[in-house]
T-cell receptor
Framework: GENVEQHPSTLSVQEGDSAVIKCTYS??????FPWYKQELGKGPQLIID?????GEKKDQRIAVTLNKTAKHFSLHITETQPEDSAVYFC????????????FGDGTTLTVKP | DTEVTQTPKHLVMGMTNKKSLKCEQH?????MYWYKQKAKKPPELMFV???????INESVPSRFSPECPNSSLLNLHLHALQPEDSALYLC?????????????FGPGTRLTVT
């Protein structure tokens, strides 16, 4: 099955700085990589995703890059704001069990004002 | 409407109680999911319903019993739970039952088993 490793587990940045979270995956057949943001007391919400036919996708201050050869993908947040503070999860599909995604262990991002 | 709703928000139950969690979506999604999430951990898949049929059961104990009455509703029936079952229970839905579709999560039900 798919194995997803996420780093770092915690990340603290100053407001306005950039934050980068990286995930590696094991299944070379994986072709869809979402990033979820989970705020305290809420369910995860998709913030950006990327499919394996592109190397980068951007949405305002958030971007995701994918390196299929190295089997890793990264979330980049620029000009961080206190409201970016949350837990971020990456995920990758498990094709041996259709419908299932494997989540990374999560990164707790704290943006200090 | 891109919302998944879950009731109740909080639930406290004893080990001999029977209770149910409810999830609803009106996006026309044909896949619905139950996840369990412990503090500081990622969501852990429990069940997947595909076109109202149970397609994945991740070896969940029988004290958890899912039900999909129609394409918009998903229930999780709870009976004889253990204290270690205390967790946040998340419902999600996606357009189709494949991991390459975006999953929309509800806010969760915070369950405490005493």
């Amino acid at each position: 099955g798919e194995n997803v490793e996420q780093h770092p587990s915690t990340l603290s940045v100053q407001e306005g700085d950039s934050a980068v979270i990286k995930c590696t995956y094991s299944d070379s057949a994986s072709n869809y990589f979402p990033w979820y943001k989970q705020e305290l007391g809420k369910g995860p919400q998709l913030i950006i995703d990327i499919r394996s036919n592109v190397g980068e996708k951007k949405d305002q201050r958030i971007a995701v890059t994918l390196n299929k050869t190295a089997k890793h993908f990264s979330l980049h947040i620029t000009e961080t704001q206190p409201e970016d503070s949350a837990v971020y999860f990456c995920a990758a599909p498990t094709f041996t069990n259709a419908g299932k995604s494997t989540f990374g262990d999560g990164t707790t991002l704290t943006v200090k004002p | 409407d891109t919302e998944v709703t879950q009731t109740p928000k909080h639930l406290v139950m004893g080990m001999t109680n029977k209770k149910s969690l409810k999830c609803e979506q009106h996006m026309g999604h044909r896949a619905m999911y139950w996840y369990k999430q412990k503090a500081k951990k990622p969501p852990e898949l429990m069940f997947v319903y595909s076109y109202e049929k149970l397609s994945i059961n991740e070896s969940v104990p029988s004290r958890f019993s899912p039900e999909c009455p129609n394409s918009s509703l998903l229930n999780l029936h709870l009976h004889a739970l253990q204290p270690e079952d205390s967790a946040l229970y998340l419902c999600a839905s996606s357009q189709a039952p494949a991991p390459t579709y975006e999953q929309y999560f509800g806010p969760g039900t915070r369950l405490t088993v005493t």
